[in-house]
C-alpha cells in the first residue's frame, strides 16, 4: 500500500523558534497532501490543504503567515511553524491523497504520515 | 457540531466479544472512510466504503452504510487487545472530492 513518511517523529524546541517537518509519499505521487493538527484525546483537525505548485489552501482559523506550507514536488510537502509558542504544541499529522475511483464514482483515498509530536518548551 | 460524529465515545468490552461503533453526518457525501490510531501515532487506513455501497467486509472488519440515514458503523468481530485504539471516522463531501472531516473518535479498550 502507499506510504507516507513524516520527520521527525518528535521535536523540541524554545518559544519563538521556527520547526519545519517533511511529509512525503514514498510510493505514490501526490498532487494534493493535507496537513493537520491532533491535540490529546481529540479529533484530527484539517489545517491545510496543499497542492503541488500552488499556494495552500488554509482552514478558517489557522494563520497561514504562522504555519507556511510547501509543497514543491509530488512526493514531498512542508510544514514550517514559525515563531512557536508554547500553544502550539501539538501532534502534526500530514496526508497524501491518492485516486482510487471506481464504478463511476470519483474517491480518494488518505494515507496519513506517522505524526510530529512538537513540544515547544 | 461537525460533519462525522461517532458513537459511543468512549467502549470497553472483553476479548472475543464484538465492538459496534457509529458515525452520522450531516451531508451527503463521495465515500467514507474509517481509520484506526494508536496512541499517539498515526492514523492507519481500514476500509473506504462509497456512497453507492451498502456493506464491506475486510477480515474482522465490517462496514455499512446508510445514506438515508447518514450514518456508517464499523464492527469488529472476535475482538482482540491488540485492536485497543481509537477509530476514527472521515466523510469525503460529494462536491469537494478530497477534503476529509473527521469525527471526534470512539476509544476503544479490549480488556483481555
Known amino acids: 500500500g502507499a506510504v507516507v513518511s513524516q520527520h521527525p517523529s518528535r521535536v523540541i524546541c524554545k518559544s519563538g523558534t521556527s520547526v519545519k517537518i517533511e511529509c512525503r509519499s514514498l510510493d505514490f505521487q501526490a498532487t494534493t497532501m493535507f496537513w493537520y493538527r491532533q491535540f490529546p484525546k481529540q479529533s484530527l483537525m484539517l489545517m491545510a490543504t496543499s497542492n503541488e505548485g500552488s499556494k495552500a489552501t488554509y482552514e478558517q482559523g489557522v494563520e497561514k503567515d504562522k504555519f507556511l506550507i510547501n509543497h514543491a514536488s509530488l512526493t514531498l510537502s512542508t510544514l514550517t511553524v514559525t515563531s512557536a509558542h508554547p500553544e502550539d504544541s501539538s501532534f502534526y499529522i500530514c496526508?497524501?491523497?491518492?485516486?482510487?475511483?471506481?464504478?463511476?464514482?470519483?474517491?480518494?483515498?488518505?494515507?496519513f504520515g506517522p505524526g510530529t509530536r512538537l513540544t515547544v518548551t | 457540531s461537525q460533519q462525522g460524529e461517532e458513537d459511543p465515545q468512549a467502549l470497553s468490552i472483553q476479548e472475543g466479544e464484538n465492538a459496534t461503533m457509529n458515525c452520522s453526518y450531516k451531508t451527503s457525501i463521495n465515500n467514507l472512510q474509517w481509520y484506526r490510531q494508536n496512541s499517539g501515532r498515526g492514523l492507519v487506513h481500514l476500509i473506504l466504503i462509497r456512497s453507492n455501497e451498502r456493506e464491506k467486509h475486510s477480515g474482522r472488519l465490517r462496514v455499512t452504510l446508510d445514506t438515508s440515514k447518514k450514518s456508517s458503523s464499523l464492527l469488529i468481530t472476535a475482538s482482540r487487545a491488540a485492536d485497543t485504539a481509537s477509530y476514527f471516522c472521515?466523510?469525503?463531501?460529494?462536491?469537494?472530492?478530497?477534503?476529509?472531516?473527521f469525527g471526534p473518535g470512539t476509544r476503544l479498550s479490549v480488556l483481555p
Open positions: 496526508s497524501a491523497s491518492q485516486y482510487s475511483g471506481t464504478s463511476g464514482l470519483p474517491s480518494y483515498e488518505q494515507y
Open positions: 472521515a466523510t469525503d463531501a460529494s462536491n469537494y472530492g478530497q477534503n476529509f472531516v
